[in-house]
């Protein structure tokens, strides 16, 4: 059983930026790929980013390339979404995910466990 908290989250201007962080249960964080996700009003929850388990290998949307980097402290049982360059079109609530399946990358199905998210809203 793993738990996730997010934090982090908030409200800034276009072009400012922001660092989600989510904090995970448990002594066994390093064998989960993590992935972020968020989910707009009314629409689907979409896929962001993800991260290996090492750190060593990373996938994003091609939406946020360029723009968001995600990262992991296994010492701190920790990933982290560094947003820059932050777009109204960003605006969503944002999840993190563990994945116990080796590496799902974008897809949300075979994740296991979720936080409960945080909001971020970028205004124009």
């Known amino acids: 059983q793993v738990q996730l908290v997010e934090s982090g989250g908030g409200l800034v201007q276009a072009g400012g930026s922001l660092r989600l962080s989510c904090a995970a249960s448990?002594?066994?964080?390093?064998?989960?790929?993590m992935g972020w996700f968020r989910q707009a009003p009314g629409k689907e929850r979409d896929f962001v980013a993800a991260?290996?388990?090492?750190?060593?290998?990373?996938t994003y949307a091609d939406s946020v390339k360029g723009r968001f980097t995600i990262s992991r402290d296994n010492a701190k049982n920790t990933v982290y979404l560094q947003m820059n360059s932050l777009k109204p079109e960003d605006t969503a609530v944002y999840y993190c995910?563990?994945?116990?399946?080796?590496?799902?990358?974008?897809?949300?199905?075979?994740?296991?466990?979720w936080g409960q998210g945080t909001q971020v809203t970028v205004s124009s």
């Open positions: 991260i290996s388990g090492s750190g060593g290998y990373t």
């Open positions: 995910a563990a994945d116990s399946n080796f590496y799902s990358g974008s897809y949300r199905q075979r994740y296991d466990y």
């Open positions: 448990g002594r066994t964080f390093s064998r989960y790929a």
